[in-house]
């Protein structure tokens, strides 16, 4: 490129130099005579040739110019070209870069390769070995299979042998509640059944009792609860505050009526608050629930009463009976009695 800007230099200035000399030539050439003729138009003559000169150097000049722009257009297109070229370049050293990566990657792989390979030839001898075994091999499979088969049948039949044994339980727990109910009605009736000859005497030979009352309290002494029981339960009052005509017994609880007539009985429960238990008991005659006191909060202290009129025969047997998974609260104060009296005889 450099190049091509001097070469319009070096013509210009040789154009100049060609000028000089030809016009140098001139003067010499022409004779001593004619000097004095050629005087009188020496002057157009040297005009002449100086406007020839400048315009050769305007021309040149022009040229120059011409070529200064075709240089700069040059130029730019080739500063692009070298950008691009650099961008390429760039562009080829990443290739360049990723192909070393990825050479480096199957050198790491090929290594790999052949120690799998070795790894392989390795293990033939060995599975050659299995082959010859397998038969030995699949006998043993076939018979774990047949065990685990036989332990699954095993695991199935302990299963259902469990779940039978879980409701042989549940129903061995109905029963025995059941029988609890049904003890606390033997009693009730062997109570009913053991009035004594005695009493039956002593009775017949009162002929008629006229004067029957009794009031008692749950507990003998101190404070607490009594339950909760899985099923219902007689209840003992044990502290006795009247028992005119002793019908009343405190070690069972019962009140067996020594005479035909009708009777009044009240009963009155405490309440000790609880979530999950209430407070509740009937009154029964001969094992048959009459009216019940049935009371339930979550918390604090509640009390619940009831009363009846019953006619009753001679030996009947009235109590009260705890209501299952209550429980039923004294203390000192007796918030829970159980009271009756004759009314009159019939």
């Known amino acids: 490129m450099e190049m091509t800007l ?37 002057p157009t003559n040297v005009s002449d040739r100086q406007q020839t000169g400048t315009q050769d150097i305007h021309a040149v000049l022009r040229e120059m110019s011409a070529l200064l722009a075709e240089q700069r257009v040059e130029m730019r297109h080739l500063q692009r070209e070298n950008e691009a ?16 990566k990825l050479k480096q990657q199957l050198q790491a792989q090929a290594a790999e390769l052949i120690t799998v390979n070795t790894r392989s030839n390795a293990t033939e001898g060995q599975v050659e070995a299995l ?10 499979i076939k018979a774990q299979t047949a065990k685990l088969k036989e332990l699954e049948l095993q695991k199935t039949e302990v299963e259902r042998q469990k779940t039978e044994l879980e ?53 003998a002494s101190g404070s607490g609860h009594v339950g ?20 009343y017994n405190p070690n069972t609880g019962f009140f067996i009526a020594p005479v035909r007539g009708a009777y009044h009985f009240e009963l009155y429960i405490g309440a000790g608050g609880h979530a999950s238990h209430a407070s509740g008991a009937h009154l029964v005659k001969n094992g048959g629930q009459t009216f019940m006191a049935y009371e339930h909060q979550p918390s604090g202290f509640g009390s619940s009463a009831n009363g009846a009129t019953l006619l009753l025969e001679v030996g009947d047997v009235v109590f009260l009976r705890q209501w299952g998974n209550t ?5 000192e104060n007796h918030h829970s009695t159980f009271s009756g009296h004759l009314l009159f005889t019939m």
């Not at 082959?131 to 043993?140: L, P, W």
């Not at 909760?228 to 019908?247: E, S």
């Open 6 to 42: 001097c070469f319009p230099l070096l013509l210009l200035i040789c154009s100049l130099s060609t000028a000089q000399h030809q016009t140098e030539s001139d003067n010499e050439i022409i004779p001593h005579g004619k000097q004095a003729e050629s005087q009188g138009r020496g």
């Open 85 to 100: 070229q650099a961008a390429k370049l760039r562009e080829l050293e990443m290739q360049k870069t990723e192909v070393d």
């Open 131 to 140: 082959k010859r075994d397998g038969e030995g091999i699949c006998s043993f």
């Open 167 to 219: 409701l042989q339980k549940t129903e061995l727990e109905r029963q025995k509640q059941e029988l609890q109910a049904q003890a606390a009605e033997l009693i009730t009736m062997k109570a009913r059944s053991n009035v004594t000859e005695h009493q039956v005497e002593a009775l017949m030979r009162d002929g008629e009792v006229k004067q029957v009352a009794f009031s008692a309290s749950l507990l």
């Open 228 to 247: 909760p029981f899985n099923t219902q339960t007689p209840l003992v009052f044990r502290h006795v505050l009247t028992n005119i005509g002793n019908a």
């Open 327 to 331: 429980r039923i609260f004294d203390n």
